[in-house]
């Protein structure tokens, strides 16, 4: 009797680890389709490195979502990169983090990270997969530290599912966290805009005759710069804004420690640029009218000013009150709608 009832015992114990594993881990992990859009230059990241899988993207999206990746376990990388607004922190001209407390500079939108060399307005780092380390320990931001984040995910039952599913080595560690959160950040491409439906001759892509004229002041007045379809030529300009005295921010010279950098930020992405407002390094203008009229009457001198801003009849850019009003209207048509919308991108739970 004592045999069969321990042989009962073990086929209750199998039954259940079996089942625990497959409750667990049933899921199976499959490679995720992306694929570059055709009007895009090459990518930057480097996929053979880290793979998208559907596990993978999903552990990150979970990640980026999540406010224990802060010290107060509420702040998470979407509290500052919110979808409707293409990932920018809307109508903050600073990011807010933990303990409402204010960082230094506006919040940069997150789209199309996997085709561009540097991030940040100083070009702080060229890695993706280290992007997320510096919000985390800016102590204005998110201000943990990264063996924190592990130690509170390595106790959650489903965070152990998903880094089980996603990675070979199964492992709840900082490796795979940051390749997650890149890999989620990958797919966080826009390029379904009207003007991509232009460009690529697909349907809805036909632009009004004051979105064609924009157009072609744009590439007039604005392309040396913002070029490509990607809207940047991803340097580091001074484009005269007067030095914003309660940040002094020196911009990539902060990086770099070369003087000549002073004042020198990132030329961003003009992607959705009708929903990232507001704009400048420091957010201090809350209208795409108060940008052109800063390049076209309030362009300050610096020994190292971008030399585009220096013509033959002083500083800035040449444009009409007319010509502003349609380079405006083209900017309107780089709103992606299918991108603020995407529910690949949205976290539920």
């Excluded at 007045?221 to 490509?228: L, Y």
Aim: proline share 5%; glycine share 6%.
């Amino acid at each position: 009797m004592q045999k069969i009832f321990s042989l009962f015992i073990l086929l209750v114990l199998i039954s259940c680890k079996n089942d625990d594993f497959e409750s667990v881990y049933e899921d199976v992990n499959e490679p995720y389709s992306f694929e570059i859009p055709s009007n895009f230059p090459e990518m930057h990241y480097n996929l053979e490195h880290n793979p998208l899988t559907t596990k993978g993207v999903e552990l990150g999206r979970k990640l980026f979502y999540d406010g224990r990746l802060s010290s107060t376990n509420i702040v998470s990388c979407a509290f500052c990169h919110e979808q409707p607004h293409a990932f920018t922190h809307h109508n903050h001209n600073l990011s807010h983090g933990v303990h409402d407390r204010v960082g230094r500079r506006n919040t940069s939108a997150t789209q199309n990270l996997a085709f561009q060399p540097w991030f940040f307005f100083d070009g702080a780092t060229s890695n993706l997969d280290t992007v997320s380390i510096l919000p985390i320990h800016d102590e204005n931001e998110m201000d943990e530290t990264i063996p924190n984040i592990i130690e509170k995910l390595s106790e959650d039952s489903a965070y152990q599912k998903l880094f089980h599913q996603a990675f070979e080595d199964g492992e709840v560690n900082s490796t795979n966290m940051m390749l997650a959160l890149s890999q989620f950040m990958v797919i966080m491409t826009s390029s379904d805009s009207k003007y991509d439906k232009y460009v690529r001759g697909e349907p809805g892509g036909e632009l009004t005759p004051k979105e064609a004229y924009g157009l072609e002041l744009f590439n007039d007045k604005c392309r040396s710069c913002h070029a490509t379809d990607l809207f940047t030529d991803h340097q580091f300009r001074n484009n005269g804004l007067p030095v914003n005295p309660n940040l002094n921010d020196k911009g990539r010279a902060e990086v770099s420690g070369n003087p000549n950098d002073d004042y020198k930020f990132k030329v961003p992405s003009l992607r959705n640029i009708e929903l990232t407002w507001p704009y400048m390094h420091d957010g201090r203008f809350g209208s795409l009218e108060s940008v052109l009229l800063h390049y076209r009457n309030n362009v300050q001198d610096y020994p190292n000013l971008d030399p585009i801003l220096r013509t033959e009849n002083g500083l800035g850019i040449e444009m009409t009150d007319e010509e502003m009003e349609a380079i405006i209207e083209f900017l309107k048509t780089l709103t992606d709608y299918e991108f603020i919308t995407n529910d690949e991108l949205y976290f539920r739970t």
